[in-house]
């Protein structure tokens, strides 16, 4: 669905609780677009301001059952968690920009950046749909994919993500994010910091 197709149907008590029914039953597998749409709606209705209050819905038992439906996808349909990736990178342009946090965000709450392997991490890092606010925001993606992320910074494809680097360096040390930011072990050690800035001003 178009995000504004997913905006309506927030406001739409009526149409919201169609969908759910629709989608949220566990018997039906869903398409890697339909999760993707599932996991906003679940992001949508878990922001208060964005939903339209009504004391006869249930709120969070329509978020329980976007949790169960998208638990239960992840773990059959899209296991192997390489395949969110490849199946991301083949949206088109434009819905994959509109989608791109969203899509960032799943892989994060359901902690599977750890389950990709180098060569597909890689290749989302260096795609321009990285969010480098929810991969880092994990320890434990910091220190399995150390040496990937240093290089990232270190040697940028492009001036664009040098820009990115500089700009989110800056974010990460005014703590403009929600999140905590680990960064590799060895990303002071090789001056990751100092370079990035060098390279910026150059």
């Known amino acids: ?3 504004s197709q997913i905006y309506s149907l927030i406001d739409d008590n009526n149409k919201l609780d169609s969908f759910i029914k629709n989608q949220c039953d566990l018997s039906i597998n869903v398409s890697f677009s339909e ?6 709606v679940k992001s949508l209705l878990e922001q208060k301001n964005c939903w339209n209050t009504d004391k006869s819905l249930s709120v969070d038992e329509y978020i329980s059952n976007f949790k169960k439906k998208i638990s239960k996808t992840l773990n059959t349909t899209f ?21 791109t946090l969203y899509f960032n965000k799943l892989l994060t709450e359901n902690k599977l ?32 994919f150390e040496n990937i992320i240093v290089n990232f910074f270190i040697e940028p494809n492009d001036k664009l993500t040098l820009l990115s680097n ?9 703590n ?17 910091f100092q370079i990035t800035v060098n390279r910026f001003w150059m």
């Open 1 to 3: 669905m178009e995000l």
């Open 35 to 40: 999760l993707l749409d599932l996991f906003i």
């Open 79 to 99: 296991y192997l968690t390489n395949s969110l990736i490849t199946n991301f990178l083949q949206l088109n342009k434009d819905e994959a920009t509109k989608k």
């Open 113 to 144: 950046w750890t389950r990709l392997d180098n060569n597909e991490f890689q290749l989302f890092l260096n795609s321009e749909y990285a969010e480098l606010s929810c991969i880092l925001s994990d320890k434990k993606v910091a220190d399995k």
């Open 166 to 174: 500089f700009l989110f360096l800056r974010s990460a040390v005014f």
């Open 176 to 192: 403009d994010f929600d999140s905590l930011i680990y960064f590799p072990k060895t990303f002071e050690k090789k001056y990751c």
